[in-house]
């Protein structure tokens, strides 16, 4: 093998590893409610809420979704993984219920910081941040 092609290679592969480092080093994602929420919530239970299916904790207070926004990587593995959907079939699911009049999506924010910020504020609130963001700022109620 010539030392063009070898370094051509070399590059390569070693552009791969690093990739492939970097996809299977991303934290997970975590579901969060205020800190005084004591409900213990099932999966099942957030894909309903977020869904629009429920409007309640398992306690009976109001559960109020935030979603981020549309094209993070955190809402595209939180919709895969709990709502057992893609961001076309989510996109697809809340467009029919709008049109229909039968539901609304969850409140969209910015990020991370933003859905945290405001479940700090509102015990009501239920959202997802990347794993590595939790603070004391949140509870976890579920992590994937």
């Not at 109001?62 to 955190?74: F, V, Y």
């Not at 910081?113 to 109620?141: E, F, R, T």
Request: hydrophobic letters at 40%; aromatic letters at 6%; glycine letters at 6%.
């Amino acid at each position: 093998m010539n030392s063009k092609l070898f370094k051509k290679v070399s590059l390569a592969l070693s552009f791969s590893i690093a990739m492939l480092c970097v996809t299977t080093s991303t934290a997970g994602v975590a579901v969060v409610v205020h800190p005084s929420n004591a409900n213990t919530i099932a999966p099942n239970e957030i894909s309903k809420i977020f869904l629009g299916k429920k409007k309640t904790f398992p306690d009976g207070s109001d559960a109020i979704p935030l979603d981020q926004q549309e094209g993070s990587a955190t809402r595209s593995s939180f919709v895969s993984t709990i709502l057992n959907k893609n961001d076309q079939q989510i996109k697809a699911y809340w467009a029919q219920l709008l049109f229909t009049g039968k539901g609304t999506p969850p409140r969209e924010v910015g990020g991370d910081a933003d859905v945290k910020g405001l479940i700090a504020q509102n015990p009501s609130l239920i959202g997802y941040i990347d794993s590595n963001q939790v603070d004391s700022s949140v509870k976890v109620v579920h992590q994937f």
